[in-house]
Each structure stands twice: as structure tokens, then as C-alpha cells.
């Protein structure tokens, strides 16, 4: 199965999610945190590789959070001296998008292995005294 939409998708997900959390639902919430980070770690379960996993949060996560801050900006100050700063906070999203994506992606890689490799242990494999697997 072929998962290159997920890298794609990143963006605008990150968009919707941040112009959602800044305008719609939980405005003013810090629980908004929560379905981010869900959508953080579903990106990282449906990417093949870690790689991808990371580019996708982390993609997903500086989208998020420019848009969360441009939506939500009501200023004095013009919204071009403001680009700026909301372009590095935007880094700080990247990376808080890519690290649960990772580590999404570790988890699900090495309980595949760990499935994997239980099925192939047959009865020779059973650690001394142990009861035969029927």
C-alpha cells in the first residue's frame, strides 16, 4: 500500500487544524493541544519510514502553528512586523509536530518486529521448563 500522501497532506491538515484551534473549536483552550498531538501521532502511524514521519509532523506542526497565530493575531501592530517572530514559533511547532510522529512511527515499527518475531518462536524456543505452546 501506498502511503505518499502523507508528507502532502501534512500542510494542509496543519493549516485547517491551526485556523480551527485559533477561530472554532476550543478557542482559548490549552486542551486544543490534545487532538493536535493526535493528529501529530496519526501522521507518524501512517508513514512508512521515521524519516517521513518527522517531515510530516514536523511539516504538519509549523503549519499549525503559523496559521494558529496569524488567524488568532488581533494586534495594533501590522501583521508583516509580526511575520517575523510567528516564523520562528513556527520552528518550535515543527519540532513539537515531528517528535510525536517520530516516536509514533518507533512505536508502531517495533511492535511489528516484536509481533513478527513472537510468531516465528516456535516450542524450541521456550525458555527452559516452560509448558509447550498448543
Not at 15 to 36: E, H, Q, Y
Not at 70 to 94: K, Q
Not at 106 to 111: G, K, M, Q, Y
Amino acid at each position: 500500500m501506498s502511503r505518499s500522501w502523507v508528507v502532502p497532506t501534512a500542510v494542509p491538515l496543519g493549516v485547517a487544524a491551526g485556523f480551527l484551534g485559533a477561530r472554532v473549536l476550543l478557542v482559548g483552550s490549552g486542551v486544543i493541544l490534545i487532538p493536535w498531538g493526535l493528529l501529530a501521532v496519526l501522521l507518524g502511524i501512517a508513514a512508512r519510514r521515521r524519516s517521513s514521519a518527522a517531515a510530516a509532523g514536523g511539516l504538519f506542526g509549523f503549519a499549525l502553528a503559523l496559521t494558529f497565530m496569524i488567524a488568532g493575531y488581533d494586534g495594533t501592530a501590522s501583521l508583516a512586523s509580526t511575520l517575523g517572530p510567528f516564523v520562528l514559533l513556527g520552528l518550535v511547532g515543527a519540532v513539537a509536530g515531528a517528535v510525536p510522529s517520530a516516536v509514533a512511527r518507533l512505536a508502531v515499527t517495533r511492535l511489528a518486529r516484536r509481533r513478527a518475531h513472537a510468531s516465528t518462536v516456535g516450542d524450541h524456543d521456550a525458555p527452559l521448563g516452560a509448558e509447550p505452546v498448543q
